[in-house]
C-alpha cells in the first residue's frame, strides 16, 4: 500500500510569482485534502476534492486554488505570492467526502517566499 | 477566533509516568475529535479519535476523554515511552460534509529518559 506523496518537498520562490504543489493520495483513497502549517500553529484547512470536484473550503483568498485528476493525485496552485504563504502544505488523503475518520497525510511541501 | 485551543505549548514527563495533554474548544457544534502526532519532517500521524456520544476511548497505551459540558478533551499516555517524543494536536470537526478539522496549535511532548 502505497501512502500519501507530496512533491517538492522545499522550494522557495519570491513574492509575486506562482507555485503549484503535487499530492499522489494513497491507494484506495478518493478523497484529497489540503492544509497550510505555518510556523507555530496547527494545520488550518485549504479545500477539499472528492471525485475530481471541490467538496468544502476553507478561509482562503481564490488565488489559492486546486485540481483532482481522475486518478485521484491533486494540486495546489497558489498565485500571486505574499510572504505570508510561506509555510508547510500538507495533503491528506482519505476515502469518501465525509465528515470524519482519520486522514492520512503527507510529509509536506515547505514553501519559503523571499 | 481560535476554536481549538491548546494552552500548553510545551510538556515534560518522565519516562514511565502519565502524559496528560489537554485540548479545549469553543464551537458546540462539533462532535468529533481526534489527535494526531507528528514528528519532525513527517507529515501528521493520527492517534485516536472519539465520538461526542463518548465520553471515553481507549487504544493501547492512548486514552481520549471527553467532557462536553466543559468543551474539553484530554490524551492520556500511559506509561510514556521516549518514542511518544512529538509535537501532538488535537482537531475537532462538526457536520459539515467535509473533512474539515480545525486543528490546534500543538503540544510538544518531551519524555525524559
Known amino acids: 500500500e502505497t501512502g500519501v506523496t507530496q512533491s517538492p518537498t522545499h522550494l522557495i520562490k519570491t513574492r509575486g510569482q506562482q507555485v503549484t504543489l503535487r499530492c499522489s493520495s494513497q491507494s484506495g483513497h478518493n478523497t484529497v485534502s489540503w492544509y497550510q502549517q505555518a510556523l507555530g500553529q496547527g494545520p488550518q484547512f485549504i479545500f477539499q476534492y472528492y471525485r475530481e470536484e471541490e467538496n468544502g473550503r476553507g478561509n482562503f483568498p481564490p488565488r489559492f486554488s486546486g485540481l483532482q485528476f481522475p486518478n485521484y493525485s491533486s494540486e495546489l496552485n497558489v498565485n500571486a505570492l505574499e510572504l505570508d504563504d510561506s509555510a508547510l502544505y500538507l495533503c491528506?488523503?482519505?476515502f469518501g467526502g465525509g465528515d470524519t475518520g482519520e486522514l492520512f497525510f503527507g510529509e509536506g511541501s515547505r514553501l519559503t517566499v523571499l | 477566533d481560535q476554536q481549538v485551543k491548546q494552552n500548553s505549548p510545551s510538556l515534560s514527563v518522565q519516562e514511565g509516568r502519565i502524559s496528560i495533554l489537554n485540548c479545549d474548544y469553543t464551537n458546540s457544534m462539533f462532535d468529533y475529535f481526534l489527535w494526531y502526532k507528528k514528528y519532525p519532517a513527517e507529515g501528521p500521524t493520527f492517534l485516536i479519535s472519539i465520538s461526542s456520544i463518548k465520553d471515553k476511548n481507549e487504544d493501547g497505551r492512548f486514552t481520549v476523554f471527553l467532557n462536553k459540558s466543559a468543551k474539553h478533551l484530554s490524551l492520556h499516555i500511559v506509561p510514556s515511552q521516549p518514542g511518544d517524543s512529538a509535537v501532538y494536536f488535537c482537531a475537532a470537526s462538526g457536520t459539515s460534509g467535509t473533512y474539515k478539522y480545525i486543528f490546534g496549535t500543538g503540544t510538544r511532548l518531551k519524555v525524559l529518559a
Open positions: 491528506a488523503s482519505s
